[in-house]
């Protein structure tokens, strides 16, 4: 298994309130993603990232922004949470010979309510 | 609109027969093609792939077959065992986008 983990793996935060989600992996590999999983959805991708400082939008990012310092890290955060965001959230890696491959290793996830 | 749909939301098939599920896609822009296996409470783990270029690819039990002129993608499991009854998810990319169906529930039962 790819080493992937996610903080926290759950959260209830209230409306309005910020809140950043962590994926951290220990694969250097270069792509890293965030997708939410909704019922009736499936997976969509909310941002990407293909290598340290450089991301961009997916197919739902409004609402959403990111960040990747570090080969290793890349953050969600939601600058003012709605009730619209709850959902699982997985993040996902890719690339591990720096090369773009469409195969991606999930994490665990993350389950955020907001109330 | 959904770029990936997989109409059926569940299957149920016995023990050792063959299990096959749907996918079709609206782009023909699309030039890859994967299937995910997810289990309750964890995150999808990768099954499966095909590239534009071909119409099938076997990978033990597994063998999933590209029909670009239908844009559909299908996932065949034979046999099927009681192991492989979880959600299953086809997904279609461009290289930097990612697409994924609703996913299809599939039970074998014993």
């Known amino acids: 298994d790819a080493g992937i983990t996610q903080s926290p793996r759950h959260k209830v935060t209230e409306t309005g309130t910020p809140v950043t989600l962590r994926c951290h992996q220990t694969?250097?590999?270069?792509?890293m993603y965030w997708y939410r999983q909704d019922p009736g959805h499936g997976l969509r991708l909310i941002h990407y990232?293909?290598?340290?400082?450089?991301?961009d939008k997916g197919e739902v990012s409004d609402g959403y922004s990111v960040s990747r310092s570090k080969t290793e890290d890349f953050l969600l955060t939601l600058e003012s949470a709605t009730s619209s965001q709850t959902s699982v959230y997985f993040c996902?890696?890719?690339?591990?010979?720096?090369?773009?491959?469409?195969?991606?290793?999930f994490g665990p996830g993350t389950r955020l309510t907001v109330t | 609109d959904q770029q990936v749909k997989q109409n059926s939301p569940s299957l149920s098939v016995q023990e050792g027969r063959i299990s096959i599920l749907n996918c079709d896609y609206t782009?023909?822009?699309?030039?890859?093609f994967l299937w995910y296996k997810k289990y309750p409470a964890e995150g999808p783990t990768f099954l499966i792939s095909?590239?534009?270029?071909?119409d099938k690819n076997e990978d033990g039990r597994f063998t999933v077959f590209l029909n670009k002129s239908a844009k559909h993608l299908s996932l065949h499991i034979v046999p099927s065992q009681p192991g492989d009854s979880a959600v299953y998810f086809c997904?279609?990319?461009?290289?930097?986008?990612?697409?994924f169906g609703t996913g299809t529930s599939l039970t074998v039962i014993p």
């Open positions: 997904a279609v990319s461009t290289g930097n986008q990612f697409y």
């Open positions: 996902a890696i890719s690339g591990g010979g720096r090369a773009l491959t469409y195969e991606q290793y």
């Open positions: 694969e250097n590999h270069r792509y």
């Open positions: 782009n023909s822009m699309f030039d890859y």
């Open positions: 095909i590239s534009s270029i071909k």
């Open positions: 990232s293909y290598g340290v400082k450089d991301t």
